[in-house]
Structures are given as C-alpha cells and as structure tokens.
C-alpha cells in the first residue's frame, strides 16, 4: 500500500487571502505526495498570487476565469468538480464561505463546489471579527450540516495586527486532515489499531528522568498510516515533541508501569498492538520527593528494579503482536530471539546505529521477522511508509474470523490494495 494520495485529483480552490502563500505550500506537499492538483484561483486570490506559482509546482494548469476561452472550463465547466476526488477551498474567506453556504455559482471555485459529488474540506482565513460574525458563524455551521470539512481557523496575530481566531491552520495538519478523509473507507475499516511510542521517562527525582533517544516519530508514523486506511488509531505516547496527529486518538503516559496500563486498558477491544515505543527496561528502585542535591561525593550509585516487559504480557489469542528490535549489534538474532521470548507474531528489526534510520529520523530501515519463519528486508523509506509496509503484514494476521471476512468481502468489491 502506497501514500493515500498517490494518484489522487484534489481541486484546490484558493480565495484571496494573505495566506494564499500557505496554498502554494500546501499545492507543493501534496504534489510531492504524488497527487495531481487542480488550482483554482478566484479574482481576489489572483491580486496575492499568481497561477504561474501553482502552474510551476504542480506542473497543471491552473484555472482562473471560467469565460476565458484558453481555461479548460469554459468547455467543461464542471470538469474538475467530476474528476477530483476531494476538494480543498484553503485559504477560504468569509465570501466565499458565504457563497458557498448559499449555494452561488459565480465563478470557477463556488461552480466547481456546486457541481462536485466529492468530499469538501475548507480552511477559513479571515480577520478574527469577520469569523466571529454570526453571519460567518452561520454559514459556518450550514457547510458542516452539508457534510463538509471545516478546519480551523487557528488563533494567532492576524494580518490586521489583531491577535485572534482567523489564521488559516499550518499544511502540516491540512495534510492529515486530507488523507484521513481520503482514507475513509479504507481496508482497515473496523479495525482498532493501537500503537506505542517515544521513550518512556522513569523519574529520579522531581527534576531528572531515565529515559532513552526515542522521538515518537516511528510510532506516531504507524498510527498516521492506520488512519490513512480508515483505521481507529490510538497512540499511547511517552513523553516527546510531536504535535498531536490529527485524527488519531493519543493517549499520554511518562513511565513504563504507565504505558503498560494504557496499553492493557486499549487493547480490550484491539486488533492489533503495535510496540514501537522504547520502553526503559529498568526503574530506580526509589523516586526521591525532593531534588537530590550534589553534595561532597564524587560518586552517585542508583539501584534499578525492572520493568514488566509490556508487549509479553499481553494476550496473543485475539490480538496481533508486533514489536520492534532495536538493536546495536547482532541484528537478525536477536530479533528473532525476541519474536519468540515476548510471543510475537511480527517483529520490525532497526540498526539504531544508523544515522539515517532508528532513533529520530524521519526514515527508517527495517526487517520483518514473522513466526513462520518469513524474513522481509525493507530498503531505506519514511517511516509512514514503514508503518503502511507493516500493516500490509498485519492485515491477513488479524485473527477475529468474522471482521477479516469483512475485510476480505470489501477487497472482493474493489479495494483498494
Ligand atoms: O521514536 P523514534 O525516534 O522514531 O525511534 C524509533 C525506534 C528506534 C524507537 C523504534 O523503531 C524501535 O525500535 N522501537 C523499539 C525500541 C525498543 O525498546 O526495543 P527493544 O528491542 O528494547 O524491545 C523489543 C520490543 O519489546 C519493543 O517492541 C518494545 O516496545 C517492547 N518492550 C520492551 C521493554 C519492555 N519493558 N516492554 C516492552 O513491551
């Protein structure tokens, strides 16, 4: 399974706004994604940008009067309303919000919005007091009725100096939110997938942790995949720095003994766990109330107790088990020795000496050991490709009979692997 939005159409309709030079990011990420945009530039967009900077990146045309004779809509006028599978409106204004609200077709975005029998997803820029409106509030609340997709506006400094709620939000989280709804209707429907991620913190004393080089990212890569393929993901996460990711319910936990409960309180109604979370082995064996201070000695022994290994107590007769290896040395052995030890039904292993893969890159290569024996070597790839790689795995693993013939009946009737 590939990138959701690899051979996608997205109309992207661009109103004028400030932030139109968000649009040309956003433009950019999704081309990059493998997806084909469709920019459409309404009369107060074009005064803040120009479709030569959509055109250069997305290597389209871009569509801006619908009368113009060159514009492939003045001959079919509803020609990227039918062929795009989701349309985004971003940035939108509190016009064009109202236009579409009201059902007007004056131009080539609200004919195109009109006519589409696609999911739409708006991302409202405006000065604070225009959203507050209850006008804007109101049509606001009308395009949810519909079934279209708000997000947003963020709080921040406006671009009239106001500080407020009007910001268009960032690409970062309109990427999620797109590929989610593309996602919907995915070939994990149904399926619960809960994963574990970053380094659990084992506290000293109120200002030091034990901890580990875990960022989260592999974890949190998983559970975007997941969401991707109309899963119900779960992060239960350790400490670190990622923004929530959209869509994915996270679960935040410090300790070992922490993550070991949310894990076991997640996996009730789970159809697969996936531990990419570094989980400290060993806790000291006291947490100190108070700061320890340094004192005369030059030297500090701490004794550690150890922790429950989380993924090994876990059931295995319903559930898939999938662990990581993260090793320095000796890769594939011990690996195997740990899919066999914790029970496991798949497990990735990772050179964490690499620079490019393991702890907080954005890559990883890894291997897949299964229990019968199967060996996958994966060459060097985003993590979020990992993560899809790992639940193609996982996918004829599920061991709940009844939701994999579901599964099965849906591939039949047009799937989507
Ligand atoms: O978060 P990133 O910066 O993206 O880095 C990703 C990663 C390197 C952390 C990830 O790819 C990875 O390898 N995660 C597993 C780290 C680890 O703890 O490996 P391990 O070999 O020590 O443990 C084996 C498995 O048992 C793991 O699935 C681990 O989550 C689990 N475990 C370990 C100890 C314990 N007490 N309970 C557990 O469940």
């Given at each position: 399974m590939t990138d959701i939005l690899k051979d996608k159409?997205i ?15 956003l433009?950019?990420k999704l081309t990059q994604s493998g997806a ?49 599978d989701l349309?985004v ?30 999911p739409?997803l ?27 997709t708000?997000v ?17 939000v960032?690409t970062a989280e309109l990427m999620g939110w797109i590929r989610m709804i593309l996602g919907q209707g995915g070939?994990l ?31 949190y890569a998983i559970a975007e995949a997941a969401r991707d393929r109309g899963g119900?993901a ?11 990711p959209v869509g994915v ?133 985003s993590k979020y490709d990992?993560g899809h790689?790992?639940l ?24 989507r692997?």
């Amino acid at each position: 399974m590939t990138d959701i939005l690899k051979d996608k159409i997205i109309g992207l309709g661009v109103t004028g706004s400030i932030a139109c030079y968000k649009a040309i990011d956003l433009a950019s990420k999704l081309t990059q994604s493998g997806a084909g945009i469709d920019v459409i530039l309404t009369r107060g967009a074009r005064e803040f940008v120009t479709a030569l900077a959509f055109s250069a990146i997305t290597h389209r045309s871009v569509s801006e009067d619908m009368f113009d004779p060159r514009s492939e809509l003045s001959i079919d006028h509803v020609a990227i309303a039918e062929r795009a599978d989701l349309i985004v409106v971003a940035p939108a204004t509190a016009h064009t919000i109202a236009k579409m609200a009201n059902g007007l077709a004056d131009d080539a975005l609200t004919a195109t919005v009109l006519a589409t029998g696609a999911p739409i997803l708006v991302a409202p820029a405006m000065d604070a007091h225009m959203f507050g409106n209850p006008a804007t509030q109101e049509n606001v609340r009308t395009l949810k009725r519909r079934g279209v997709t708000i997000v947003g506006p963020a709080s921040g400094r406006l671009a009239s100096g106001l500080v407020g709620k009007g910001r268009m939000v960032e690409t970062a989280e309109l990427m999620g939110w797109i590929r989610m709804i593309l996602g919907q209707g995915g070939d994990l429907v149904g399926r619960k997938v809960v994963v574990s991620a970053g380094g659990t913190q084992e506290a000293i004393d109120p200002v030091r942790v034990v901890t580990n080089n875990s960022s989260g990212k592999m974890g949190y890569a998983i559970a975007e995949a997941a969401r991707d393929r109309g899963g119900e993901a779960v992060v239960v996460a350790a400490p670190n720095a990622l923004p929530d990711p959209v869509g994915v319910r996270v679960v935040n936990v410090n300790t070992a003994l922490d993550m070991q409960k949310a894990v076991t309180d997640e996996i009730e109604d789970a159809d697969v766990v996936i531990m990419a979370a570094a989980v400290s082995d060993w806790r000291p064996v006291t947490t100190a109330d108070q700061k320890i201070k340094k004192g005369e000695s030059t030297e500090w022994n701490l004794e550690f107790t150890k922790n429950p290994d989380i993924i090994a107590g876990l059931p295995s007769d319903k559930l898939v088990k999938v662990g990581f290896a993260a090793e320095t040395e000796d890769l594939i052995a011990n690996a195997q020795t740990k899919l066999v030890s914790k029970g496991l039904d798949l497990i990735a292993a990772n050179d964490v000496t690499a620079t490019d893969a393991g702890f907080a890159t954005d890559t990883n290569r890894v291997m897949l050991f299964d229990r019968e024996g199967g060996i996958e070597v994966m060459p060097l790839m985003s993590k979020y490709d990992v993560g899809h790689r790992i639940l193609d795995r996982v996918k004829p693993m599920f061991k709940d009979g009844l939701k994999q013939d579901i599964a099965v009946g849906e591939d039949a009737a047009g799937g989507r692997d």
